[in-house]
């Protein structure tokens, strides 16, 4: 694991009206990072690929969840241009790497193992399930569910 000095600067910013320059340092990074604008502004190909690249250099690590087709291509290109390709790890339903949930909950669930799988599972149907269709809020069809998944299980 890498030990990282704080107050490493990351890449320096011109203060506005002097020739000043400023570090722009990990513990900058680690304390947030938001960045503004409208549709097509440049937030991604600008800010957000110049960030990417600084904290791949750097050695940082990250997760990037994301349903933008185009994304694992952007990210590929970071990772083979910070010379991190051996690093990136893909993860899909058609990728060698994956996360069965299920067995994750099922092997550290504490307390009622099937009643923890119900509750997953529910969580995964609602976040498939559109906004403006979907199962009614009626009691009924939520005991109903909760017991067609507890008797699956």
Not at 9 to 30: D, H, K
Not at 38 to 48: A, D, F, N, P, R
Not at 83 to 107: I, M, P
Not at 112 to 139: C, F, H, P, Y
Request: aromatic share 10%; net charge negative.
């Amino acid at each position: 694991m890498i030990n990282f000095d704080l107050d490493t600067p990351i890449f320096n910013l011109t203060r506005t009206g002097s020739n000043e320059n400023v570090a722009w340092t990990i513990r900058n990074a680690v304390e947030g990072v938001q960045i503004f604008g409208g549709i097509g502004s440049g937030k991604t190909s600008g800010s957000g690929r110049t960030l990417a690249l600084k904290f791949l250099e750097a050695g940082f690590g990250g997760l990037v969840l994301t349903v933008k087709p185009d994304e694992r291509e952007i990210w590929e290109d970071y990772c083979r241009t910070a010379g991190r390709l051996n690093d990136l790890l893909v993860v899909g339903s058609h990728e060698n790497n994956f996360f069965n949930f299920l067995e994750y909950e099922a092997t550290h669930a504490k307390g009622s193992e099937t009643d923890n799988l119900v509750q997953v599972l529910k969580t995964v149907i609602r976040a498939g399930e559109e906004k403006d269709r979907g199962m009614s809020n009626d009691g009924f069809w939520e005991n109903a569910l909760d017991m067609l998944i507890f008797n699956v299980i």
